[in-house]
């Protein structure tokens, strides 16, 4: 397959950006942005296969926020987000989910990084098997007060139970 390079086809390519999102000032660079009047097209390029169907979520993560980054400069009105693997690539239009996923995650870096608190954890069966941590993550669960009237709740909840404060300056 012939690949014209995104600067020979109108493409800004690997231009920094940035915008600030409250207390965040978001910057990157995209693999190539391409403006179509008030509409952009952000373009990441990946060498490897993705998965099988569609993309990476992280991949999408990463154009949507360049994509944001380029709605909340006052570039474009709207934008699509277009991931290009080896043999295939997907293009996605930047919505109100897609969005909120990206400040979902801007969400998760500021709360590591400011206050050093670490997310739930995703929960597999192959991965837990393999854990050291197991046993002990399986007793705090069983010590986790029974449902009340049909409240449910994931094994790790005891996580997102504990008060947390800021942490303290070294």
Do not use: N
């Not at 952009?40 to 998965?51: C, N, Q």
């Not at 400069?73 to 293009?91: C, K, N, V, W």
């Amino acid at each position: 397959m012939l690949s014209i390079p995104l600067r020979l086809r109108g493409y800004s390519v690997e231009e920094p950006m940035q915008a600030r999102l409250g207390s965040v000032l978001l910057r990157g660079r995209s693999d190539g942005v391409h403006l179509e009047g008030r509409s952009a097209v952000i373009v990441e390029r990946k060498s490897g296969r993705g998965p099988r169907r569609g993309a990476w979520d992280s991949d999408v993560l990463q154009a949507a926020a360049y994509g944001l980054i380029m709605l909340r400069s006052g570039l474009a009105d709207e934008a699509r987000i277009r991931i290009a693997y080896r043999t295939r690539s997907y293009t996605y239009r930047l919505d109100s989910s897609t969005v909120a996923a990206v400040l979902r995650a801007l969400d998760d870096v500021v709360a590591i990084r400011y206050w050093g608190v670490v997310g739930h954890p995703r929960r597999s069966p192959r991965k837990c098997a393999r854990c050291p941590f197991r046993e002990a993550c399986e007793a705090l669960d069983r010590e986790l007060p029974p449902p009340e009237g049909g409240e449910v709740y994931e094994p790790g909840a005891w996580l997102g139970r504990e008060a947390l404060s800021p942490p303290e300056e070294a």
